[in-house]
C-alpha cells in the first residue's frame, strides 16, 4: 500500500532519495545535491519534515555535492550516520530529549574518521599553502546496529594508482554503554523473594518513572533482563551475574548484576532504585543482617571509537570491498562488486590438509578437515598422482564442492575411484548452480581418467562436487585439470562479477557489552553460483543475523530461463519429447557408465533441439548474441540461508545461493537488485531501470527460499493414477505461514491439461493413444504454522503403449504469481516407468 511521497524542503533536489534509510516511525533521506540529510517522522499516518541534519565540526570547509554528503546514511535506534566520502568523515547524530519541547531531537554528537585519516601540505609558488587529502573513500559506505558502527574505505581510483599496495578496509567503531551494578547483600542464602527496580527522571528532565518486573532473588542474567526491560523507558539491556562469599563480613554472601543500558545514549543516567517486592526475602533464623541493595555506576558510556580493521585478504586491491554495507547483530555483509570472484582453490590437493581444502565446502557427517589423505597410506589408490588426495572412509556421508569457476575451453579431465553407484558415490559438475555431468568410480581402489566434454557449456560457470551418500561404500577423486589456463593470481577470470563477505562477531565473555573481549572474523566469502563478467553481484547487500539470512544485488546480470540459458524469448521453452540423440551428445546424459539424464542435461537437449544442433547443425552464433543483447542487465538478486553443520552443529553458510530471484516482468536495463532492504523474512529491492526508466520497487517473502522437494526424482508407474509430491521447510521458519507456488512442464514425458486427462480416465486403456503420461499442474501450497511438509497431486496416465525411453517431468518451485525459484533445492524430476 503506497502510504506518500516524500519531498525535499527546499532547494535543489536533483539527488534526493539517493540514500535512503528507515526505522519505525523515523525516515532519513539524503539529499546529495543539497548537501542535508532530510528526517521525516511517522505522525497520524502522515510523514512530516521533522530536521535536516547537516556537517558540523568541520571549520570552514564548505561541503558541497562533489563530497558526496548523505550518499549513504544508516539509522538505528538513536543514533544515525550520515557520510561524506569527499573530505573522508562520517557525522554521527544522536536523538535526545529536549526539555523545553519536551520531545526528542537529533543532536550533533561526533566526527567519525579513520586511524589512516592523513593528509598532505604543499606550499604552492605563490606561497600558499595547499592541503592535499589522501582518499581512501572512508565512508562510502555506512552502517549500524545498536553500539556498533562499520564504515567501508573501499579506495578512490587515484588512490588506488598512486599506492597499488593497499588494500580496500571496512572500519569496526564500537560505544561501550552506561553499565550500573546491582549487589544483594545477606549473610544467608534467600530461600525465597523477590524485589524490583525502577528508573526515575529519565529521559534527563523529564518526570517519567520506568518500573521493573518482579525479579527474583536468584535472578539469572536472562530473568533480570527480561524484568528490566518491562520498564517504559528502557527497550535493551545486556545482563551479567556473579556471586561471591566472604565469611568474614557480617554480609558474607553478595549477589551481583551488571546491567549494560545497550539502546540508551544520553550522556548521564540516573541510578536505578531498588523496591521491595510483594515478596520479601526470607532467610533461616540465624540472620543477623538485614538484606540490602545497592545500585552503583560501573561505568559511563563512552564516545564510538575504532576498534578494527577488516581486509577481504584476496590479493586483487580492485575488488570495490566495502561499496556496500549491511549490519545485524554479529553479522555484517560486505559487498565487493567489482571482484572477479576468482576460485581460492587447489585442484591436487598437493598443499596437504594444512590448507588442501581451501575454498572448498564439506556437508554432511564426513570430517572434511581430515582430507586431503597422505597418499602413503595403506588405502591409498592406484594411479594417485602426486603425494594427497580426497578419499572419503565407509562411516560417514557427506559433500565436498568447489567455489565456482568460468569454464572457458572444453575439455574437464579427472582422476576417481572407489565406489561405482552413480546414486550415491560420484564426482558431479554443476552449472550455474544445476548438476549436469556425473562420473563414479569402478568398484575398485584404481583411479581411472575421466573426461567430460564441456563445450556446450562454455563462458557459464561451474563447480566440482564430490558425493559420498553411502555408508557402505567410498569414493576417491584426485588430479582436477582443465584444458584451458586458469587465470594467474591477480587476474580476475571474471572482471565485476562480483563477491561478498560475511564477518561474524565473536566475544570471549558472557557478555558482549559488559566483560567480553570481541574480535570480527571472516567466515564466508560468497559468490554467485553463475557469475557472469560485469554483473556487479553484491553491489547492494542486506542481512539478518536472527534469521540467518542474506540477499545480495546484482543489477547487472543477463536474464535467464529455468536452466539459466540464455532464452530465445525470455521465459519461453521448447520441448523435447526422446532422449534418443546422436552419440556425440551422448557424454551430456550419462553418469558414469549409466545412461541416467538430469534435469539441467535434459534441459541442454531440449536447448540444442531448438538450434537443430542434435543433428550436426552449426551453432547459431547470430541469434546467440541477439539473445544475449536482449537479456543484458535485467538483474537478480540471490537469497542466502544459514546452514548448521550435522557433524559438529556449527553454524556456516554456503558458498553460492541458495535462490536466484527475479520478478515475472523482468526486462532488459531494469536493473532488479540495485537496491535491497530486509526486515524479517519481507525483502524490498529496486530496480530503477524498469517501465523504461521509471523504476519499480518489488517486495518479495523470502521465507519461501526455505521450502524444497523433499527429494530431487519422484518415480512412479503408470499404474499409479496420482502422486503425492512432498515440500519440507527449515524448522526455522515453522512460525511463520508461508505460501509457494510450483508447476509441472515436459521434459520427455508429454503432459496434457485438466480437460484432457479427465476425458482420458474414463477411456479404455487400448484407446488412450493421444493421452499423454500425466496431468500438468500448477497451483500453491501453503505451510500452515508449526507444519514443515504438505503435499501436491499430480494424475498419471495409463495406457498400453510401450515406452522405447526415459520418461520425465519436471517439477519446480515458484513465487507465488511470479517466475520460477532458480537454484538446485527447488526443482525436481518426475519419472513415470511402463507398468
Known amino acids: 500500500q503506497l502510504?506518500?511521497?516524500?519531498?525535499?524542503?527546499?532547494?535543489?533536489?536533483?539527488?534526493?532519495?539517493?540514500?535512503?534509510?528507515?526505522?519505525?516511525?523515523?525516515?532519513?533521506?539524503?539529499?546529495?545535491?543539497?548537501?542535508e540529510a532530510v528526517v521525516y517522522t511517522l505522525d497520524s499516518d502522515t510523514w512530516t519534515t521533522s530536521t535536516s541534519l547537516l556537517p558540523f565540526g568541520i571549520g570552514d570547509v564548505a561541503v558541497t555535492s562533489e563530497h558526496g554528503f548523505a550518499s549513504s546514511i544508516a539509522i538505528s535506534d538513536d543514533i544515525a550516520l550520515v557520510n561524506c566520502p569527499g573530505i573522508e568523515t562520517v557525522f554521527l547524530f544522536t536523538k535526545l530529549y529536549d526539555q523545553e519541547s519536551q520531545r526528542y531531537e537529533w543532536e550533533n554528537w561526533q566526527i567519525l574518521r579513520s586511524s589512516e585519516y592523513a593528509f598532505d601540505t604543499q606550499i604552492m609558488d605563490s606561497g600558499k599553502m595547499k592541503t592535499y587529502l589522501h582518499e581512501r573513500g572512508f565512508g562510502t559506505a555506512v552502517a549500524v546496529d545498536g553500539r556498533t558502527v562499520a564504515i567501508s574505505a573501499p579506495l578512490s581510483e587515484y588512490f588506488r594508482q598512486s599506492n597499488p599496495t593497499l588494500q580496500e578496509k571496512v572500519y569496526i567503531f564500537s560505544s561501550a554503554p552506561h553499565i550500573q551494578q546491582i549487589t544483594l547483600r545477606c549473610d544467608e542464602i534467600p530461600r525465597s523473594g523477590s524485589f524490583r527496580l525502577q528508573l526515575s527522571n529519565y529521559p534527563d528532565g523529564s518526570s517519567n518513572t520506568g518500573i521493573s518486573g518482579s525479579i527474583p532473588h536468584d535472578a539469572t542474567p536472562d530473568q533480570m533482563k527480561m524484568a528490566l526491560e518491562e520498564m517504559s523507558n528502557v527497550e535493551e539491556v545486556e545482563v551479567s551475574f556473579s556471586s561471591t562469599y566472604d565469611g568474614l563480613r557480617p554480609d558474607k554472601h553478595h549477589f551481583t548484576w551488571k546491567v549494560a543500558f545497550v539502546s540508551i545514549f544520553t550522556d548521564t543516567l540516573p541510578l536505578m532504585e531498588p523496591i521491595w517486592g510483594e515478596e520479601p526475602l526470607v532467610l533461616g533464623v540465624s540472620s543477623t543482617f538485614e538484606p540490602h541493595i545497592d545500585v552503583a555506576t560501573y561505568a559511563t558510556q563512552s564516545s564510538f571509537v575504532e576498534v578494527q580493521v577488516l581486509l577481504e585478504g584476496d590479493t586483487n586491491n580492485r575488488n570495490g570491498f566495502g561499496q556496500s554495507l549491511a549490519l545485524s547483530d554479529d553479522s555484517l555483509i560486505v559487498g565487493a562488486p567489482f571482484s572477479g570472484g576468482n576460485p581460492r582453490l587447489s585442484w591436487d590437493f598437493e598443499e596437504g590438509s594444512a590448507v588442501g581444502l581451501t575454498g572448498w565446502k564439506g556437508t554432511g557427517t564426513i570430517n572434511w578437515q581430515e582430507q586431503p589423505v597422505f597418499g602413503g597410506e595403506a588405502r591409498a589408490p592406484t594411479n594417485l598422482q602426486g603425494r594427497y588426495y580426497i578419499g572419503t572412509e565407509n562411516d560417514g556421508v557427506g559433500t565436498l564442492t568447489s567455489d565456482p569457476f568460468s569454464i572457458f575451453g572444453h575439455e574437464i579431465f579427472f582422476l576417481v575411484g572407489g565406489g561405482c553407484d552413480h546414486l550415491d558415490t560420484y564426482v558431479e559438475l554443476i552449472v550455474d548452480s544445476y548438476p549436469v555431468l556425473r562420473a563414479t568410480g569402478s568398484c575398485r581402489e584404481e583411479m581411472d581418467r575421466i573426461v567430460w566434454d564441456v563445450t556446450e557449456y562454455m563462458g557459464r560457470t561451474g563447480q566440482i562436487r564430490i558425493v559420498d551418500a553411502s555408508s557402505s561404500e567410498h569414493i576417491n577423486v584426485d588430479d582436477i585439470q582443465f584444458s584451458w589456463e586458469t587465470p594467474i593470481i591477480g587476474i580476475d577470470e571474471s572482471p565485476n562479477a562480483g563477491a561478498a563477505y560475511i564477518f561474524a562477531r565473536n566475544c570471549v565473555g558472557s557478555s558482549p557489552h559488559i566483560d567480553a573481549t570481541c574480535t570480527w572474523t571472516l567466515q564466508e566469502r560468497i559468490v554467485a553460483s553463475d557469475k557472469r563478467t560485469g554483473a556487479r553481484f553484491g553491489d547492494s547487500v542486506a542481512i539478518d543475523n536472527e534469521r540467518g539470512l542474506v540477499i545480495l544485488g546484482s543489477p547487472n546480470a543477463p536474464l535467464y530461463d529455468s536452466y539459466h540459458e540464455t532464452p530465445t524469448m525470455p521465459g519461453v521453452h521448447q520441448s523435447i519429447k526422446s532422449t534418443a540423440i546422436s552419440e556425440d551428445l551422448e557424454n551430456y546424459l550419462r553418469s558414469g557408465n549409466t545412461l541416467s539424464p538430469s534435469g539441467g542435461s535434459l534441459r541442454l537437449m531440449d536447448h540444442l533441439?531448438?538450434?537443430?544442433?542434435?543433428?550436426?547443425?552449426?551453432?547459431?552464433?547470430?541469434?546467440?548474441?541477439?539473445?544475449?543483447?536482449?537479456?543484458?542487465?535485467?538483474?537478480?538478486?540471490?537469497?542466502?540461508?544459514?546452514?548448521?553443520?550435522?557433524?559438529?552443529?556449527?553454524?556456516?553458510?554456503?558458498?553460492?545461493?541458495?535462490?536466484?530471484?527475479?520478478?515475472?516482468?523482468?526486462?532488459?536495463?531494469?536493473?532488479?537488485?540495485?537496491?535491497?532492504?530486509?526486515?524479517?523474512?519481507s525483502a524490498a529491492i529496486g530496480a530503477p531501470g524498469a517501465h523504461l526508466g521509471g523504476g519499480s520497487a518489488y517486495f518479495f517473502d523470502v521465507s519461501i527460499t526455505s521450502i524444497r522437494f523433499r527429494q530431487t526424482e519422484y518415480a512412479v508407474t503408470e499404474r499409479d493414477t496420482k502422486v503425492k509430491i512432498f515440500l519440507v521447510r527449515d524448522e526455522r521458519y515453522e512460525n511463520d505461514i508461508t505460501t509457494i507456488g510450483y508447476s509441472t512442464s515436459d521434459l520427455t514425458a508429454r503432459g496434457v491439461d485438466e480437460a484432457k486427462y479427465q476425458e482420458c480416465i474414463h477411456l479404455e486403456h487400448h484407446l488412450r493413444e493421444d493421452c499423454g503420461d500425466y496431468e500438468q499442474t500448477s497451483g500453491t501450497v501453503t505451510f500452515p504454522v508449526g507444519v514443515n511438509e504438505v503435499y501436491f497431486t499430480i494424475g498419471i496416465v495409463d495406457d498400453d503403449t510401450r515406452e522405447p525411453n526415459l520418461e520425465y517431468a519436471q517439477l519446480l518451485l515458484h513465487v507465488p504469481g511470479g517466475g520460477p525459484l532458480q537454484g538446485e533445492q527447488y526443482r525436481a524430476k518426475l519419472r513415470i516407468d511402463d507398468k
Open 3 to 35: 502510504m506518500g511521497g516524500l519531498w525535499p524542503p527546499s532547494g535543489d533536489s536533483s539527488l534526493f532519495g539517493d540514500s535512503v534509510a528507515i526505522r519505525g516511525d523515523t525516515t532519513m533521506v539524503g539529499n546529495v545535491q543539497g548537501a
Open 609 to 681: 533441439v531448438a538450434e537443430n544442433r542434435t543433428e550436426g547443425g552449426e551453432h547459431a552464433d547470430d541469434e546467440a548474441t541477439r539473445n544475449q543483447q536482449l537479456t543484458k542487465g535485467a538483474g537478480a538478486v540471490y537469497v542466502y540461508n544459514r546452514k548448521r553443520c550435522d557433524r559438529t552443529g556449527e553454524k556456516y553458510w554456503n558458498v553460492v545461493e541458495d535462490a536466484r530471484m527475479t520478478p515475472p516482468d523482468i526486462h532488459s536495463g531494469d536493473g532488479f537488485g540495485a537496491v535491497v532492504s530486509l526486515d524479517g523474512v
